[in-house]
Structure formats: structure tokens, C-alpha cells
């Protein structure tokens, strides 16, 4: 079955640090990817997708680009900022309509 | 405003009363699905739907019924709640008809069952 592993934190980073959270996943076929944001007391927002290999999501200065061949959906930020913190989830849609989420990252950001 | 609206936000309630978790969304979407969130767990999906009178079970099912009687409801029943269910709960939504369409989610709803 689908499954997705990503770094489970928590991520302590100093404002304006460079961010990087791992995801990989096991699917088979072409799944779409995801990253979720929740931010303390909210629901999840989508933060950015792609769809096909070598797609490069980018939303509010994170990117994520999607890389077949090693199974992954690294997301990244150039420089951080106090309110990025949240916890932030990668997911994959597959053949059926659900997602599979990975467990979430809790990245805590020091001014 | 497009939104997905669970009601109530929290309840601590008691094992065995029966208890229901509404959800609705504005955006007449024909997908809709409830996730739990528990800590070390993520999100895993308990059942979904995709479009009235059509609902089938997610990853986590057992212990939960859905209906799907309108297209804008989905509500989450919960029978005989037992303490195993004390959970984060989210719905979700979205158009189908195109795969890439991303989910749309209420703020969540916490439940304490004592």
C-alpha cells in the first residue's frame, strides 16, 4: 500500500535559517504530492503540490520538487520566519481519492 | 467564502453515549472524507464519500458510520464511543473529476471520550 516518512521533529531553527523537512513515500504508479500546514488550532491548509516528476510546487517561499527517482518530496525554505511555525504534513494522493499523510513535522521557529 | 464547517469544535463526553460530529461545506464539492489525527500518527482516513449515497470505508474504520444523504453533509456518528476514540478529528473536501484537486479541511474537531 501507499505509505508516506517524514522527519517527525520536533525542527528547532533560529529566524532566517535555512529549512529543509524530508518526505519520501512508497506508491505505486504517478501519485500527486502534498504539503499541509496546521497551524496551532487550525484545520490544515495545502501549502503546495505537484503532480508529476520533476514538478516543482513553491508557495509563501517554500518549494518542494518532486524527484521519482529516489521516491521524493523534500520541502524547502530559503529563509524562515517565526510566524512559519507550525506543524507541516507531506501527503500523497494515489489511485483512490483518500490521502495518505505522513506524521507530521512540528518545526519550531526561535526569533 | 468557501469553507468546510465542523460543529461542535470540542466535547468531552461519556463511554457508550451516542454521539454525532457534523460536518458541511459550501462548495458543492462531491468528495468528502473524515481523517483522525492522533500524536505519532498522523492523519488517517476513517471513511469517505464521493457524492451522495455513496461512502466507503477509509484506513480506520471500525467504531464510525457516515452518511451522505445531501451532497453538502457528511456528519460522523459515533454509536457507542469508547475512550479509544479521544481523537482529532478533521472532514474534507473537494471537486472530482481532476485527480490534482487538493482537499479542503474543517478546523477540526476534539473529542474527549472519558
Known amino acids: 500500500g501507499n505509505s508516506v516518512t517524514q522527519m517527525e521533529g520536533p525542527v528547532t531553527l533560529s529566524e532566517e535559517a535555512f529549512l529543509t523537512i524530508n518526505c519520501t513515500y512508497t506508491?505505486?504508479?504517478?501519485?500527486?504530492l502534498f504539503w499541509y500546514v496546521q497551524y496551532p488550532g487550525e484545520g490544515l491548509q495545502l501549502l503546495l503540490k505537484?503532480?508529476?516528476?520533476?514538478d516543482k510546487g513553491s508557495n509563501k517561499g517554500f518549494e518542494a520538487t518532486y524527484r521519482k527517482e529516489t521516491t521524493s518530496f523534500h520541502l524547502e525554505k530559503g529563509s524562515v520566519q517565526v510566524s512559519d511555525s507550525a506543524v507541516y504534513f507531506c501527503?500523497?494522493?494515489?489511485?483512490?481519492?483518500?490521502?495518505?499523510f505522513g506524521k507530521g513535522t512540528h518545526l519550531i521557529i526561535q526569533p | 467564502e468557501a469553507q468546510v464547517t465542523q460543529n461542535p469544535r470540542y466535547l468531552i463526553t461519556v463511554t457508550g453515549k451516542k454521539l454525532t460530529v457534523t460536518c458541511s461545506q459550501n462548495?458543492?464539492?462531491?468528495?468528502m472524507s473524515w481523517y483522525r489525527q492522533d500524536p505519532g500518527l498522523g492523519l488517517r482516513q476513517i471513511y469517505y464519500?464521493?457524492?451522495?449515497?455513496?461512502?466507503d470505508k477509509g484506513d480506520v474504520p471500525e467504531g464510525y458510520k457516515v452518511s451522505r444523504k445531501e451532497k453538502r453533509n457528511f456528519p460522523l456518528i459515533l454509536e457507542s464511543p469508547s475512550p479509544n476514540q479521544t481523537s482529532l478529528y478533521f472532514c474534507?473536501?473537494?471537486?472530482?473529476?481532476?485527480?490534482?484537486?487538493?482537499?479542503?479541511f474543517g478546523d477540526g474537531t476534539r473529542l474527549s471520550i472519558l
Open positions: 474534507a473536501s473537494r471537486r472530482t473529476g481532476d485527480s490534482n484537486q487538493p482537499q479542503h
Open positions: 501527503a500523497l494522493r494515489g489511485g483512490a481519492d483518500g490521502l495518505t
Open positions: 506508491a505505486t504508479g504517478y501519485p500527486s
Open positions: 505537484a503532480t508529476k516528476a520533476d
Open positions: 464519500s464521493m457524492n451522495v449515497e455513496v461512502t
Open positions: 462548495m458543492n464539492h462531491e468528495y
